[in-house]
């Protein structure tokens, strides 16, 4: 694959991308409202591609998940992003999308309630990543892995009746 250009007509580094993945996870984790309590998951650098993550700190229940997954999917669509697939299962559901510079964007839902948003470049120009610069809601879980199961309780997302 060739490396991803910028709208400059450069091509895009590992860093130039880390930063973009942060922002499309910046934008989607302000669009969901009322807001949850995230920190940062791992970052991984392949041979071309980087990602990013992050991990939804507040229990999201099995009753509010839908409606969770809702608004991040509109949100996407809104944003122009492809909505590639959508897994409907109770327990574990998942929306994946794709936006229009060739980022991969997942929301899925873990143990616990555990939502994880995670970004992923196209293949770009190898270089080195820095950690992300935008720091969490909450407490930040530096050293921490894995990160502890959801622990924050909200009154909307957290709660059982739909």
Known sequence: M???????????????AADRADDILDEVLSAISPAVEWAHATTTAGSCDVSRRRTVMT????????????VVERFWRKSDFRIRAVNRD???PAVYARTPDGFGVSLSFGGGGQAFFEADSPCVDKSDVAESTTPPNG??????????RPNVRSPFWSAGAP
Do not use: C, K, T
Request: aromatic letters at 10%; zero cysteines; charged letters at 20%.
């Open 2 to 16: 060739s490396p991803v250009n910028s709208s400059e007509g450069g091509s895009v580094n590992m860093q130039a």
């Open 90 to 92: 109770d327990d574990f």
């Open 139 to 148: 407490p930040a879980y530096e050293g921490v892995y894995p990160l502890p």
């Open 59 to 70: 229990i999201i229940s099995s009753e509010r998940r839908g409606s969770f997954l809702g």
